[in-house]
DNA sequence: GAGGCTAATGACCGCGGGGTCATCAGTACT
DNA sequence: AGTACTGATGACCCCGCGGTCATTAGCCTC
């Protein structure tokens, strides 16, 4: 057998290419799965360079840093996330009890369907030593979401649609589940005895949210 | 002035003592501290040993190594919650619901009182990467904490103090908050524009679990 | 107070990874 | 085809930190 077999020795196939206008997001999609997969410290750039078929210097030859990959990673994936949030808000006409099931449903979904939640979990967790990033996604994305949910449950009350309650902390309690669950995949499902069926998760959760928020059930404060 | 004054040069003060049986627990205690504050990676052996006051060789001379110290540190913060949480089940007589509330009020507290909240957010996050510590600490914890959840709400729901639900998905809703805030403190708590009344917040999220749990509300699905 | 045991030290090592840069080699234009 | 431009490389630097160990010095006993 002839190695390099087709047109001979004409082509040896160059060991790389010139493609400036693609490497950045390709650079990004392998930055995010392995920011995902490893968390902040853990992620070599040279690795990331790897499975974006390049190597380190390239990386670097399109991101100043890797604090500056991370962030940029980070905001290209939530981005679509807000705005479709932030959409449907701005289009819905109904119930806020619909309205709300629809934006966790969302981001459920969102979550589920991409990356987003080894990075959503990077973002509550690796944040917490770099004070600029932790600063720049609680702006960007946690107050942004949190402004939403609270528009839509206090309008909620107002209509009677929901409980009379702390508007401000429910729109916090409304996304632990959320956010549990993707801290929770990433860091203890791979070594879980059971898995969770996370659609089971999700339906049990919003269940629970919904009719914790029903005014119908009888205001009877909790005792000790 | 005379530095050094009392009792003249006679005693220039040892630089260092011997104090091999409170050494451990005073090196365990600022690594809670100082893991807690800053995570896995970023802490940095020297630091513990100087909080600790003594040097990063004394660390050593107690403890195998980070990953060991690491252990340790979550061990001994998690363990009296445990407890606590294991007896309260045992001893209680009365509502499922009641026992449920002082179940995630005791948590609640610990996580107030002590350094616990950083590491709950540690046990969350950095063990990620670590694999064996991931598995120890699910088994060790989190599943004996989801164990005793899921008992008392099969019973409550055998009851009929709760609505029929999911018990092993529902016992992951109701710990979510607790896990939210501890992730939340220590992440955007330093850098948001305004902190978290954290008792309102675990008042209304209990508010809404009870609520949420309570089989008086219709049960009505979510509607898309 | 002298001697010995050992707690504690801190200088040291190795290495892993972020970041750099001289060099190479695709590519496009003439 | 030749040439200039620059995308891409990978060897290299450097530093910070986990971990070690010979040496020092506190303490206890006799």
Redesign the pocket.
């Known amino acids: 057998m002839n190695h390099r077999s087709e047109s001979d020795d004409r082509k040896?196939a160059?060991?790389?290419?010139?493609?400036?206008d693609?490497?950045p997001a390709e650079i990004l999609a392998a930055a995010q799965e392995i920011f995902g997969e490893r968390g902040y410290?853990?992620?070599?750039?040279?690795d990331v360079?790897r499975r974006a078929?390049?190597?380190?210097?390239?990386v670097?030859?399109?991101y100043?840093?890797?604090?500056e990959l991370f962030k940029a990673a980070v905001r290209e994936a939530m981005a679509p996330m807000v705005r479709d949030t932030e959409q449907a808000v701005e289009e819905h006409q109904g119930s806020a009890r619909e309205l709300l099931t629809k934006i966790l449903r969302l981001r459920w979904e969102h979550m589920e369907r991409t990356r987003l939640t080894g990075l959503v979990k990077l973002l509550l967790t690796e944040t917490g030593k770099y004070p600029d990033l932790a600063r720049f996604y609680n702006d960007e994305f946690f107050d942004r979401g949190q402004a939403l949910l609270r528009k839509v449950m206090q309008k909620g009350v107002e209509r009677g649609e929901f409980r009379k309650l702390d508007v401000e902390q429910a729109a916090r309690v409304v996304v632990a589940p959320l956010l549990f669950a993707a801290v929770w995949r990433h860091t203890f499902e791979p070594v879980a005895s059971a898995p969770i069926e996370l659609d089971e998760y999700f339906a049990t959760s919003l269940e629970i949210m919904l009719a914790g928020l029903d005014p119908a059930h009888l205001h009877e404060p909790a005792r000790t």
Chains 1, 2 share one sequence.
Do not use: N, Q
């Open positions: 040896p160059p060991r790389w290419r010139r493609r400036k693609t490497r410290d853990a992620t070599r750039l040279e360079g078929g390049c190597t380190k210097g390239t670097f030859l399109y100043e840093s890797k604090a």
